[in-house]
């Protein structure tokens, strides 16, 4: 694989951390609808908008249906998965807690991406990691834990790994097309419709809620599956986690824009450690191009 493609992969997968940063400012909209509904309203979107755009490029979708069991339990796996425990951490533990734990997964992509054939985890990737790792829990942290929040605490780690190991094993199916990703949107959507009618009372969206959820649909929850999907099978991993941890950085600034969450120093600080840690770590962005010279 060429660098620049390789450099076009890891891009891709930087566009879906950047998504990801709208996902608090459009869930501060849609208050009150229950996760799992949103969970199978957005899911939904994302992957119907992806089924029409493979239909217009004529992709063999029924092709795609026949993959190995192995992709679709990797892919609707760590989909689901991670959202599943993300929501019973925040139901168990406190919001800021369950967030802090659950976002090392960024810290955990660097680390295991290193067991790859052919990858190589070096020292700035794991000192950016630790940056990042600082910047969020100077961002989210508050404090002592509480063991009577332990089985949230434990679903916020689940959460972590589930989509740490989703982001580094997806790798091993490179020759995967990224379209498959459409296709699991939709089973995740069903996933969690049931699990929406199962365990909670449907709440039915306002006009104005319905447009959040359908941007979530077809941004957030929707193209940055598909690039994030590209980024992890062909780009650089240990940049893609050290760069995941500017998400909730990026997410608060724009709560602060909107006026949602009030100014604190630790913002800025955060800022700099996250910004400094990618720094870091894209220095093999530079190394490796020097090499090729």
Not at 11 to 21: E, K, N, P, R, S
Not at 155 to 167: D, K, R
Request: contains cysteine.
């Amino acid at each position: 694989m060429s660098f620049p493609d390789h450099r076009r992969a890891t891009l891709a997968g930087c566009l879906a951390i950047l998504l990801w940063a709208a996902l608090a400012p459009l869930t501060a909209s849609v208050k009150g609808i229950p996760p799992f509904e949103m969970l199978a309203l957005t899911f939904a979107i994302g992957g119907l908008a992806g089924t029409v755009w493979l239909a217009r490029r004529r992709a063999a979708v029924w092709a795609m249906l026949r993959q190995p069991p192995a992709v679709w339990a990797l892919g609707v796996g760590g989909l689901f998965g991670y959202h599943f425990f993300y929501f019973v951490a925040l139901a168990r533990a406190p919001a800021a807690d369950a967030s802090l734990i659950a976002y090392l997964w960024p810290l955990l992509i660097v680390l295991f991406s290193g067991l790859l054939p052919g990858e190589r985890l070096r020292p700035q990737h794991i000192a950016g990691a630790c940056c990042g790792l600082a910047g969020v829990w100077l961002l989210v942290g508050t404090g002592a834990f509480d063991t009577a929040y332990l089985p949230g605490y434990l679903a916020a780690g689940a959460c972590a790994l589930t989509w740490s190991g989703y982001s580094v094993l997806n790798r091993r199916f490179g020759a995967v097309p990224t379209d498959i990703v459409a296709l699991q949107c939709l089973a995740v959507a069903l996933l969690g419709a049931g699990c929406h009618l199962i365990a909670e009372v449907t709440v039915w969206p306002s006009p104005t809620q319905w447009g959040a959820i359908t941007l979530l649909g077809l941004g957030p929850v929707g193209l940055a599956f598909f690039v994030w999907d590209y980024g992890t099978k062909r780009g650089d991993l240990q940049l893609l986690g050290v760069a995941s941890y500017a998400a909730p950085v990026l997410s608060t600034l724009l709560l602060l824009g909107l006026g949602l969450t009030p100014a604190r120093w630790q913002i800025a600080a955060a800022c700099t450690l996250i910004v400094g840690g990618a720094m870091l770590a894209a220095l093999r962005f530079r190394n490796d191009k020097r090499t090729k010279l």
